[in-house]
């Protein structure tokens, strides 16, 4: 995972890496022909980050920078698996902000530490490369202009897995918790 820790509970700023509606998964963010080859093997921190979004942005791989944030238009991520999210973790992104996505992405996005709200009209608010901050727990997005949009916020649970770094880690810790005497 990336060296930066998300704190959910506290205001992010990033600088803004926009795409637009209808960005496959599978072949827009990465390139999963190549990925399906190591099935059954630990995913290539390397091979997912230098993929990430390069089929879009060529730049992206070169240029993002721990703690950047993804704003995405409609059905973002569809056709997903957890490459993907996992792709966009490793290369630093701090959260993905999004018009609309399918659940099961978000569900994958969390399980790897990656946090993912759905605010609609943010794509028409935001250009590529403004600075925005987030507060995930609050759901609240404030704009480049100072305007703000809001989104539902992340539940407890959600917050907690995000806080953990990740599904397997926050479970790791609730379980450990249940054992102690």
Request: glycine share 10%; charged share 20%.
């Amino acid at each position: 995972m990336p060296a930066f820790a998300i704190e959910p509970d506290q205001l992010m700023a990033g600088r803004v890496w926009k795409f637009g509606d209808q960005v496959s998964g599978d072949d827009g963010i990465i390139d999963f022909s190549v990925v399906r080859e190591g099935f059954g093997k630990p995913m290539d921190e390397a091979l997912l980050t230098a993929m990430c979004f390069r089929r879009i942005n060529p730049r992206f791989p070169k240029e993002v920078q721990p703690g950047d944030l993804v704003v995405g238009g409609v059905n973002f991520a569809h056709h997903n698996h957890v490459e993907v999210s996992a792709a966009i973790r490793f290369s630093g992104i701090a959260a993905v902000l999004v018009e609309s996505c399918e659940s099961g992405f978000i569900r994958r996005a969390l399980s790897q530490g990656l946090p993912v709200l759905t605010v609609p009209g943010i794509a028409a608010r935001v250009q590529d490369g403004e600075r925005i901050s987030v507060n995930l727990a609050a759901g609240r997005i404030v704009l480049a202009d100072g305007s703000a949009l809001d989104a539902p916020p992340l539940s407890p649970h959600m917050l907690a897995v995000l806080r953990a770094g990740s599904l397997v880690e926050a479970l790791r810790r609730e379980f450990q918790g249940a054992s102690a005497p």
